[in-house]
């Protein structure tokens, strides 16, 4: 049996969509999983789409995400070029081959011509003008410098037959496909004729692709049969929604690759959900490496239905993998988020992200999360209000000074050492310790919500800054 080998072949157009990045991760892992090779392939035939740096992008996105490939552009590999711009010669040689055969033919049809095959419904398809012309009127054409394409000649009557390995048998009437172009005007192939001819020629044994190919691999088999090549084993994924009546699309700017991570998900995060879009292991285990992933992945387990991309779910993974992290790595990627925040160059920046470690699922967060640390401003007093603890801001008055009292007299204002003095002082002022921490998180913060307790932010901003902030609370009650 020939060695797996499975392609990713994305257009230049622009930032990696999570979309493609799914295409490019289940043919990783199905190579990887089958003993193969996977190879990366620029598909640029369409040059007005063409986006300058968009290469460099696919690059890197592959190469971050952990998905190396073993032949392309960069690194090369033994069947080269493995960018279609670079490959003319060869599209334009089996073109030729292809109308030799009978499976293609030359166009000399006007744009006039084309916008009047219209039906009564506005629907334009041709008609096979140009098949009737004879050899020698293609050539006298030709020699006129008349501009022409290549034509796929798709049968008018029969059924198409393929089967897929997630779909099953996929049957398509010919009378519903067009003789779609092959070879433009400039000489460039479609991506209809281009991706058989790479595929063939790299000894691709797994096309692995979205459903919206389901109904055009009938005009690529009619190419390889024509050929008298082998079909290639088709493997045909779900699509992703943007919810329930919408697709993920990268036309719309829908969920890139580098977006995600510019907002703070880890690489790892990412590629691990991506994965579970349309696809679950055996043991429906969540959180996986890749190593783990090429190990459990089977077709078994993809779904035929459409997956939705779900951001909370993503969230939660994400925070999975950072809570996994130790300090020293959560705080290298949580420093540049830090750095954007307004307590930087103010408050110990490792000291915070301490409190942040546990408590942050989104790195890109960070800076709405600790912003208002930088300045205590006037906040609503009825935040002290707790009916757990029993506290408002009647007893916040009461509290308060007391609390000022003893944290003056405190020489270490480390955490363990504030929040053991002042739990000891909740009997003799016979009130709960919550209470006492609830008035101190109030009145230092004036947040209800804080990455950290009381004593804990107490003792990140300082002794003389938690007194004035305590000050500053008083003046307002």
């Given amino acids: 049996m020939a060695k797996v080998r499975t392609r990713f072949a994305p257009s230049p157009t622009g930032f990696m969509h999570l979309g493609g990045l799914r295409t ?3 043919a990783f892992l199905y190579a990887k999983a089958n003993g193969g090779d996977f190879v990366l392939r620029i598909e640029d035939t369409d040059q007005q789409r063409f986006v300058e740096g968009a290469v460099d992008l696919i690059y890197s996105s592959l190469l971050e995400s952990g998905l190396k490939y073993d032949e392309g552009p960069d690194i090369g590999g033994n069947y080269g070029p493995y960018v279609q711009s670079e490959r003319k010669e060869i599209y334009a040689e089996y073109a030729k081959k292809l109308i030799d055969l009978g499976g293609a033919y030359y166009c000399f049809c006007s744009k006039e011509r084309l916008e009047s095959l219209t039906d009564e419904n506005g629907n334009r398809k041709y008609d096979k003008h140009c098949l009737k012309l004879s050899k020698e009127e293609v050539e006298t054409k030709i020699k006129a410098g008349e501009p022409y394409v290549i034509r796929q000649n798709i049968p008018t009557e029969g059924m198409s037959s393929y089967d897929d390995l997630i779909y099953g048998t996929i049957e398509v009437d010919y009378k519903e496909l067009e003789d779609n172009i092959l070879i433009k005007s400039d000489g460039m192939p479609t991506y209809n004729f281009a991706n058989v001819i790479d595929d063939h020629l790299m000894g691709i044994t797994h096309v692995i692709r979205g459903t919206e190919y389901l109904s055009s691999t009938p005009k690529y088999n009619l190419m390889y049969d024509a050929f008298g090549w082998e079909r ?4 045909h994924l779900p699509t992703i929604m943007k919810d329930a009546t919408r697709k993920l699309s990268k036309r719309y700017g829908d969920a890139n690759f580098d977006d995600f991570v510019n907002k703070g998900y880890l690489k790892e995060a990412i590629i691990n959900y991506v994965a579970l879009l349309g696809w679950a292991p055996k043991d429906n285990r969540e959180k996986m490496t890749l190593q783990e992933m090429i190990d459990c992945f089977s077709l078994d387990g993809i779904s035929k239905s459409p997956s939705i991309f779900d951001e909370v779910k993503l969230r939660w993974l994400n925070g999975e993998y950072i809570k996994a992290l130790t300090f020293e790595e959560f705080y290298s990627l949580a420093r540049p988020f830090l750095e954007k925040s307004k307590v930087n160059g103010i408050f110990d920046l490792e000291k ?3 409190l942040l470690h546990n408590r942050v699922d989104v790195l890109g967060e960070i800076p709405e999360k600790i912003d208002w640390l ?5 906040y609503d007093l009825a935040l002290f209000d707790n009916k757990k603890n029993k506290t408002n801001a009647e007893v916040a008055k009461t509290l308060l000074p007391k609390i000022k009292e003893v944290l003056s007299s405190v020489e270490s204002f480390d955490n363990d050492t504030l929040f053991a003095t002042l739990s000891e002082k909740a009997g003799e002022w016979e009130v709960k310790s919550g209470a006492i921490f609830w008035v101190l998180r109030i009145a230092i913060t004036g947040q209800g ?9 107490a003792s990140l901003i300082g002794k003389d800054e938690t007194l004035k902030r305590i000050d500053f609370s008083l003046s307002i009650l």
């Fill in 24 to 26: 490019a991760l289940y």
């Fill in 232 to 235: 290639p084993v088709y493997i």
């Fill in 352 to 354: 915070i992200a301490k």
């Fill in 374 to 378: 930088a300045n205590l401003e006037t």
């Fill in 449 to 457: 919500v804080t990455p950290g307790g009381a004593t804990e932010i």
